[in-house]
């Protein structure tokens, strides 16, 4: 599994942006997804996940309802839909990937084997 992180940018408060995290390598169908975030001088946070299936989901109750995660398994690819952006969901935004995670560890970034490169988000006021 290779990720590659991507469509991140400078945009206004209430802006919409979507990443997409693409994998190169070996198939990740049957792999959890997850997306995280790390901004200047804090620990790395959870942000959405999603299961292999793509029937559940799970999100960060800063983002819930903002913030929608899908997956095309055929184009190994999953996309976060971010919308009305706040200045606080500023930071770098990594997706990982792992193929054995449980229910309680899906929000845990120690949980996941691979990761990506990281794509900027900035949200200005």
């Known amino acids: 599994v290779q990720l590659q992180a991507s469509g991140g940018g400078l945009v206004q408060a209430g802006d919409s942006l979507r990443l997409s995290c693409i994998n190169t390598?070996?198939?990740?169908?049957?792999?959890?997804v997850g997306w995280f975030r790390q901004a200047p001088g804090k620990e790395r946070e959870f942000v959405a996940a999603i299961r292999w299936s793509g029937r559940h989901t799970f999100y960060a109750d800063s983002v819930k309802g903002r913030f929608t995660i899908a997956r095309d398994n055929a184009k190994s690819t999953v996309h976060l839909q971010m919308n009305s952006l706040k200045p606080e969901d500023t930071a770098v935004y990594y997706c990982a990937a792992d193929a054995g995670l449980i229910i309680s560890t899906i929000r845990s970034d120690v949980a996941y084997d691979y990761w990506g490169q990281g794509t900027q988000v900035t949200v200005s006021s």
């Open positions: 390598g070996r198939t990740f169908s049957q792999y959890t």
